[in-house]
């Protein structure tokens, strides 16, 4: 267990410092970041004192001691748009975009373990149908067009909840709807799959024979082995799910640091760029981490340093 | 990382000969493909029947609604968005793109990820550690947030997507390939040709390769649709191809505002989206039941 963590974290550095290195290089490779801020109004001298200030002119390894030293202290200079240290406005909107993370994974996991029970419990039924049809449906549908729909439909036409921003519970619905979809749909056919596969095992009957009620057996007995693999793949669409939240921010002008991103890529506001993407690196990372210390605790059979079977 | 994948023996390998028979749970497998290749067809000769150009601003059908509504103006079946554009060229036509950059970017990334799973399963040892590692770092890795960074960056353009887009599809090939190469390597028929002294490329290729093909083609299919998805979110956010070539991310986006008075420009978009996915995972799932030799 041990070896796996110092693995993650040595993981954590090569992430963040590969990801950074990449963005550095892109940003001077691509154009001049002056002329951005200066505007198209900009003088020649006023780009040249802009330059100057930001240490644009210095030799391009010059450049990158400089960044890499900064980036050791998280310093990613100061956002073009707002004046003010870019890390600083990437933290502020970590509360936002955390709590529309967990809320989506809650309505996620809500969804799909009973959904994907009935359909492994009992198969062939309308509710086994109906929930392969959702899982498809949720499988399909991309995060943005079904945040228009739901807009569309709760939001204009019956004005049930808002739409825009974060202004207490009621707005937080439509967002976490939206962004729980696909994981939930992934969840739900991974709970059915591996349900099916256990109910066929030995204790299942034993446990129904003696007498214990199905409901018992499947949410106490059945569902705990299937936690691993749930975890597991938590872990693995990761990446997967932030995409979709960045695009759920953007589509629900959600405060959070996907949109803060998406504005400050049309804005060629590079620092902010830079330290969203180095914040995001290193929280997936981190989460990966508790990811592995989950098994451990979900399957004392990992605690002590079994490897996980394949 | 990758315990969810139950391990299951690779069966007997392929039989030769297997009667194709159509069954009742294959309707919708078939529907979806008829559909889906009805689509891209009609996407990419679009320029020889749609009547209209899907560029030209009529102004008199500025917002016009599509066919069955009050105020429907005859030939723009699907109502016309807010510069007066007939919304059905803009949707086929857009489908150019969705289709372009789906099948492209699966297939490319399929060559490179089944190239590099099956060196890695095949070969072992260092090689196998570097890139089985490049792909659960990969794996773990917001793709979007890196997409429209370097999409930002580099400025868009289709063949800019559609590199970013390999760089990052590669890696379920790649994963699948490796673990169906160490399973090959594990049978007799691999081991038989080892024992007659096959080697190398010729191996890979004549042995490994075509038993592997089967569950690769279903993570294709479903990389199509991840393609068309990814695609259309850049688009969404303003990163796609640039206008004027319409794109259904695009047109959704600029309908957004609309949504309270002229329902049908983001909404239409939005439904066609839906089902082309919807219409390749059904395939995806069906192709993945029948090429499984084990549900047979």
Known sequence: ?310 | MTAFEAPRPLPEMLPAERRFRLRRGDIPGILAALILVAGIVAAFTADWWVPQDPGVQDLYARLAPPWGFDDYQPGHILGADELGRDIFSRIVHGGKVSFTVGLSVATLAGGIGITLGVTAGYRGGWIEAVIMRLVDVQTAFPFLVIAISVVAIVGPSLRTIIIVLVLWQWVPFARLAHAKTLTVKQTEFFRAAVAIGRRGLGIAVRHVVPNIIPPLVVVWTFQIARGIIQEASLSFLGLGVPPPTPTWGGMLSAGRGYLDTAWWIPLIPGITITLVIVCVNVLGDWLSKRLDPRAI
């Open chain 1, 1 to 310: 267990m041990r070896r796996v963590l110092l693995n993650r974290l040595w993981q954590l550095v090569l992430v963040a410092l590969g990801l950074s290195v990449l963005i550095f290089f892109l940003i001077r490779l691509s154009g001049d970041p002056a002329g951005v801020i200066g505007g198209p109004d900009a003088t020649p001298e006023m780009l040249q004192a802009i330059r100057e200030r930001l240490g644009l002119d210095d030799p391009i390894y010059v450049q990158f001691g400089r960044f890499v030293a900064d980036l050791f202290q998280l310093e990613f200079g100061d956002s073009f748009q707002y004046r003010s240290p870019a890390i600083d406005l990437v933290l502020g909107r970590l509360p936002a975009s955390l709590l529309l993370a967990s809320l989506a994974i809650g309505v996620a996991l809500f969804l799909a373990i009973p959904l994907g029970m009935t359909a492994a419990t009992r198969p062939g039924t309308w509710g086994d149908r109906f929930a392969r049809w959702f899982a498809t449906l949720g499988q399909s549908v991309p995060h943005f067009v079904l945040g228009i729909f739901l807009i569309f439909i709760f939001g204009v036409q019956l004005g049930w909840f808002p739409t825009f921003g974060n202004e207490g519970p009621r707005s937080w619905i439509l967002p976490a709807v939206t962004l729980s979809t696909f994981i939930m749909a992934r969840q739900l056919r991974l709970v059915q799959a591996y349900a099916s596969e256990e109910l066929t095992l030995g204790y299942v009957k034993t446990m129904k024979a003696l007498g214990y009620r199905s409901s018992r057996v499947y949410y106490r007995h059945v569902l705990r082995n299937v936690t691993v693999p749930m975890i597991s793949l938590l872990g693995i669409e990761l990446g997967t799910f932030v995409g979709g939240a960045v695009i759920t921010e953007a589509v629900f002008s959600w405060p959070g640091i996907g949109r803060l991103m998406v504005g400050a890529v049309t804005a060629r506001d590079y620092p902010i760029v830079q330290a969203g993407v180095f914040v995001i690196g290193v929280l997936v990372v981190l989460i990966n981490l508790v990811v592995d210390l989950l098994y451990g605790f979900v399957d004392p059979r990992l605690r002590a340093g079994g490897e996980r079977t394949e």
